[in-house]
């Protein structure tokens, strides 16, 4: 929107597109605006006139941050992707030419064994199409049946975008000899506004089918042994996790990052503010909206080994929901492991932690999901 200060009105820029600009700036003559969006499991630049008119899409491809104008068609940026560490590029929008201009990790780059990455789209809730990423092992053969890892992200309003990072990196799990699917289920964000919002007031229903839909796909191709699938995951992705534990028989593993449990426990976080539009109910009011979507209640369902992991200085997701789902597991005697960081928040950021916390979930998988 821009807005005039003089007759203290507001214009609508760009209201026909379905995007969540991250961040925007202006050409040097001031006559563009341009900004990047998360655009289907990608972080993309667009263009817009700064007096209004259509939007462009300027680059799509792997994820895009940190750009600067470098000339007047020229773009400086950093780009990374799945399987593409970090560097910088020269982008020229008059050409269409994107150079790399920066060899940071190319060594790293050169010597890492990487996985191949495959895009795909599966009929999920609603039959809406779902998108997801494969990863395959390095040394993957068709001809032989493997592993299946479902990855399951966070928010829930977030998504697994084509970018590289440190914590949940996908190559490092298909390097440990699994298939790894990263599926964006409903909820997910850059998909369009309404696909974002479909699960508002219902965290249970539309996500927890996606994933269970993403498992059948992978399985009728023909690769996947069904007697060794697990799924991993964090913050919300831990809420899906305990969400399966309760109503799917699928899994012979599950980890459970920083999970939440116990919906109505979540209001010791340090943030509740929109938790009642996001349960459709509260403590105090419409409370049995909470309930129905809760994996505590559903404690009588579980039986699916599961490793727990939570730091002590998480304040989004309290500790006491690891803590508890380990309680209630080791009560019913289903085998289940806590590791607790008293040095982590919401996040396993620390090196060496970084490190156990891999090496347990690989041992942890491989008890259940390895021949």
């Not at 150079?99 to 895009?119: F, P, R």
């Not at 419409?286 to 998480?314: C, R, W, Y």
């Amino acid at each position: 929107t821009r807005f005039d200060l003089a007759k203290k009105t507001a214009t609508v820029l760009a209201g026909n597109i379905d995007l969540s600009p991250q961040q925007w700036f202006f050409s040097k003559d001031s006559q563009m605006l341009y900004f990047l969006a998360e655009d289907k499991a990608r972080v993309s630049l667009f263009s817009v006139p700064a007096a209004g008119g259509p939007v462009k899409q300027v680059l799509r491809q792997a994820s895009n941050e940190q750009v600067q104008m470098a000339g007047p068609q020229r773009f400086a940026l950093v780009q990374h992707g799945i399987s593409q560490l970090p560097e910088i590029f020269l982008l020229d929008n008059k050409s269409r030419t994107l150079k790399q201009i920066s060899q940071i990790n190319a060594a790293l780059q050169q010597n890492t064994q990487w996985g191949k990455v495959e895009e795909m789209n599966y009929p999920g809730s609603d039959g809406k199409p779902i998108q997801m990423f494969v990863i395959f092992p390095p040394n993957f053969d068709t001809s032989k049946r493997w592993p299946l890892l479902s990855l399951l992200h966070g928010g829930p309003h977030s998504a697994f975008n084509d970018a590289f990072g440190t914590r949940w990196h996908p190559q490092v799990f298909a390097a440990m000899g699994y298939v790894v699917i990263m599926p964006n289920f409903h909820g997910s964000t850059g998909f369009g506004e309404a696909f974002t919002a479909s699960i508002h007031g219902d965290h249970a229903t539309k996500p927890f089918f996606d994933s269970e839909a993403a498992i059948d796909y992978m399985t009728s191709r023909g690769y996947i042994d069904e007697s060794r699938v697990a799924a991993a995951g964090g913050s919300y992705g831990g809420y899906l996790v305990s969400w399966i534990a309760g109503h799917s028989t699928k899994y012979k593993a599950l980890v459970n990052h920083a999970g939440v449990y116990d919906l109505m426990a979540q209001f010791a976080s340090d943030s509740t503010l929109l938790r009642t539009h996001a349960y459709a109910g509260s403590p105090w009011k419409d409370k049995e909206n909470v309930l129905k979507a809760s994996p505590a209640m559903f404690a009588e369902n579980f039986n699916t080994p599961m490793l727990i992991t939570h730091g002590e200085q998480d304040y989004r997701v309290p500790v006491t929901q690891g803590l508890a789902l380990y309680g209630v597991l080791k009560g019913k005697g289903v085998d289940a492991r806590l590791v607790y960081f008293p040095d982590e928040n919401h996040w396993v950021l620390k090196p060496a932690n970084s490190l156990l916390w891999h090496h347990t979930v690989l041992d942890w998988l491989n008890t259940y999901t390895k021949k």
